[in-house]
């Protein structure tokens, strides 16, 4: 089993920035891909970024490409999520999910640990 907590939603207005940090305990965190997804009310859960289990790929949705960045730090048991340029779309509950696989997965389903959300909140 592998925990995650996920820590870093707010309020901010349009163009401001967040950071988003996943704590993950139990199993070694080293051996998953990682990877932040978010849902909006009445929308579906999509794909935002994801990590390989080394750091060295990453991955993006193309409406956050050039805005948010991932990252991973294995000795801290901890990915974040560097948000900036936040737009009003971009409001949802945001997830952290763990994955066993190397590379970092665009279907939602096919990760085997999740977070329990943190809400992001964009005003215009």
């Known amino acids: 089993q592998v925990q995650l907590v996920e820590s870093g939603g707010g309020l901010v207005q349009a163009g401001g920035s967040l950071r988003l940090s996943c704590a993950a305990s139990g199993r070694t965190f080293s051996n998953y891909a990682m990877g932040w997804f978010r849902q909006a009310p009445g929308k579906e859960r999509e794909f935002v970024a994801g990590?390989?289990?080394?750091?060295?790929?990453?991955r993006y949705a193309d409406s956050v490409k050039g805005r948010f960045t991932i990252s991973r730090d294995n000795a801290k048991n901890t990915m974040y999520l560097q948000m900036n340029s936040l737009k009003p779309e971009d409001t949802a509950v945001h997830f952290c999910?763990?994955?066993?696989?190397?590379?970092?997965?665009?279907?939602?389903?096919?990760?085997?640990?999740w977070g329990q959300g943190t809400q992001v909140t964009v005003s215009s």
């Open positions: 990590i390989s289990r080394s750091g060295r790929t990453t």
């Open positions: 999910a763990a994955d066993r696989a190397v590379q970092p997965e665009f279907n939602p389903s096919v990760y085997d640990y």
